[in-house]
């Protein structure tokens, strides 16, 4: 099977749910913060290939849900430049394992990619929160 390096929100219940589902479908998982990692244009534009600007964003971030930032308003450098400073822009999960990479968690791509277990139900890409602010109980 896979080592997957899955970049994530730490408390982020979809996310959580994501990662069960690759470890029961026998991957190695390595669970990295989203935000903790300095990212540059060059590290993060190759998660986006393939996928229009639109999509490369997280749509229950609050800067997105407030209007602020307008994912079908902007340019790729541009989107690449604003996710740098504000990583909850970024669309989770970030996934890379043989030396592809993959934004968000589309079931049937991801089982193409690496293979998955059927689950009983689809894994949920976006926040199940009307807030956009995922975590675990107690946090």
């Excluded at 996928?51 to 209007?67: D, I, Q, T």
């Excluded at 994912?71 to 430049?81: K, N, T």
């Excluded at 669309?91 to 993959?102: A, I, T």
Aim: net charge negative.
């Amino acid at each position: 099977m896979a080592l997957i390096v899955f970049y994530e929100k730490p408390g982020c219940s979809n996310n959580t749910r994501q990662k069960q589902l690759l470890a029961r479908s026998g991957h190695d998982v390595v669970a990295l913060d989203i935000r903790a990692q300095g990212w540059s244009p060059a590290a993060l534009g190759p998660f986006f290939e393939g996928l229009p600007v639109a999509e490369w964003f997280n749509r229950a971030a609050p800067r997105v849900k407030s209007g602020a930032v307008v994912p079908e308003a902007m340019e790729a450098g541009e989107a690449l430049a604003e996710m740098c400073l504000d990583p909850l822009l970024i669309r989770r999960p970030l996934m890379e394992s043989g030396g592809r990479r993959m934004a968000g968690f589309d079931d049937a791509a991801v089982d193409a990619w690496v293979g998955l277990v059927p689950a009983h139900e689809p894994v949920p890409e976006t926040c199940p929160r009307s807030d956009g602010i995922c975590s675990l109980p107690g946090r």
